[in-house]
């Protein structure tokens, strides 16, 4: 069964144009990275597979079901089953760490309150945060302490599927690096299927199995770092053959 599966999806937004017959698979166990120039449409893709905007032409299948359609409860139903991390963490300000996280346990209603501190203390523990973390603020929080946290309440629901915009963006780069030793730390461990989009190629390289390559308004390359690699065109070219695209990729052997 395909995780996400995107067919002939076109997106506008006011007058422009963003998407056009956009077609995308993710498989069961894969580490997506979706990457592009900016202003590719990379984030507004994302945020239709999270279902906040429905595609203007095409079909977005998760898990085997539409996304839309089926009435709210179903729609809600499928939603649970993935997780999300969005750019700069949109922790709610007002909450604290442990209400941030308690939010989407809180939401369904069936779990008592002695529960939700149990998972919300063993969310925090999995992204390596200290119980002593839960009362701060996020205005307390350093840049990759909102990673973090963003993250717990992104599987706080224990999602098989987890998606992440831009997720080492604004970190210095050993925070940067601690943050993807901990996504391919707990994706293999919680057996995780991940999409994420980034313009970080010491990211994509560190961390996804395969790549998605958005450019012309429409999916140019699927593959391994390697098999993309070899398609010849500009943005691939100017993205992976840089001098620092150079350093990051893998030296073949």
């Known amino acids: 069964m ?8 076109s997106t506008r937004l006011g007058e422009v144009l963003v998407h056009r017959g956009v077609n995308l698979e993710l498989e069961r166990g894969d580490v997506m990275a979706l990457v592009g120039g900016s202003g590719s449409g990379k984030t507004a893709l994302l945020n239709q597979i999270v279902g906040l905007r429905a595609p203007d032409q095409g079909e977005i299948r998760v898990f085997g079901q539409p996304l839309h359609g089926g009435g709210r409860a179903r729609e809600a139903g499928l939603r649970r089953r993935f997780g999300v991390l969005f750019q700069h963490g949109a922790l709610f300000s007002a909450f604290n760490v442990f209400d941030n996280i308690a939010f989407p346990l809180r939401e369904l209603r069936v779990l008592d309150a002695g529960l939700v501190h149990d998972l919300v203390m063993l969310k925090l523990a999995m992204v ?11 205005a307390e929080l350093s840049g990759g302490m909102v990673k ?3 993250l717990a309440r992104a599987l706080a629901l224990e999602p098989e599927l987890l998606l992440l915009d831009e997720p080492t963006a604004g970190l210095d780069p050993d925070r940067s690096d601690s943050f993807v030793r901990l996504i391919r730390m707990l994706g293999e461990e919680l057996d995780l299927t991940v999409l994420f989009v980034s313009h970080d190629l010491d990211t994509v390289a560190a961390l996804a199995t395969r790549v998605a ?10 593959g391994s770092m390697a098999e ?26």
């Open 148 to 150: 973090r946290v963003a």
């Open 228 to 253: 993309v690699t070899q398609y010849d065109h500009p943005f691939i070219r100017n993205f992976f053959f840089s001098e620092r695209g150079r350093r990051a990729l893998p030296t073949p052997t």
């Open 128 to 138: 390596e945060l200290l119980p002593r973390h839960a009362r701060l603020m996020p």
């Open 213 to 222: 390559v958005l450019a012309e308004q429409r999916i140019l390359a699927v």
């Open 2 to 9: 395909k995780i996400v599966s995107i067919r002939d999806l």
